[in-house]
């Protein structure tokens, strides 16, 4: 049933952790199946700059995002753009994405997934 | 199927109305069923200094919230507490909440909600 009360999570409380297989990247689940989440989980990511999350797809999940912080440089099915803080990005299930803080100062993004059972991620590019 | 390639929406393009019911609040929906979006309902709020959303409830739906600017004055469950940029909120279906801009700055905040058929909202307060 989960919980039948509100959470409240200050950011403070909330601790980023390295991301595998990226650069300078960190990530923190703000709220899933732990706060009683039934059906999406909510994630907070850091880019530092000079950070990269290389290209990859996860075939069976879509993203929801938006920006809240900074600027990110995304290739998004092979085609690159900027976003900024307040940009909003969707990104179906299968598409391929590639994040990269060209900047100076931390960029950040919120990122929605559908809660499942697993989680695959195909890379497309390594670090090297 | 929805979509198969990604969207960006810059800020700049995403417009926010007034909600019915509250005074100096404005929605917005960021990404959901018109792009492509198959499960969940990403969604901007902004509030004026001394915007009110008053007392309501979702029976069957549940949010997932982020603050992104400015600070809130929220009563969830009969609790009144203050969020800033950066805090998370989960809010569970059937729980109560109340947000209200104290401050003299505009608050913004991020709420994903589940998409299902119907939007139902009990009122527990007016604005009067």
């Not at 200050?10 to 601790?15: A, D, G």
Request: with cysteine; charged share 25%.
């Amino acid at each position: 049933m989960g919980n039948t009360k509100s959470i409240v999570r200050p950011l403070s409380t909330v601790e980023t952790k390295p991301i595998d297989g990226t650069r300078g990247a960190r990530m923190a689940i703000l709220i899933g199946p732990e706060q009683g989440a039934p059906h999406f989980v909510m994630r907070r990511f850091v880019l530092e700059p000079g950070g990269l999350i290389p290209e990859h797809a996860h075939e069976d999940l879509e993203h929801e995002q938006v920006v809240v912080r900074g600027e990110l440089v995304l290739t998004l099915d092979g085609e690159t753009r900027t976003v900024r803080a307040g940009d909003t990005v969707y990104m179906p299930p299968g598409s391929s994405h590639r994040y990269e803080n060209r900047g100076s100062e931390e960029a950040e993004f919120i990122c929605v997934i559908p809660l499942t059972e697993g989680y695959e991620t195909r890379w497309l590019e390594s670090l090297d």
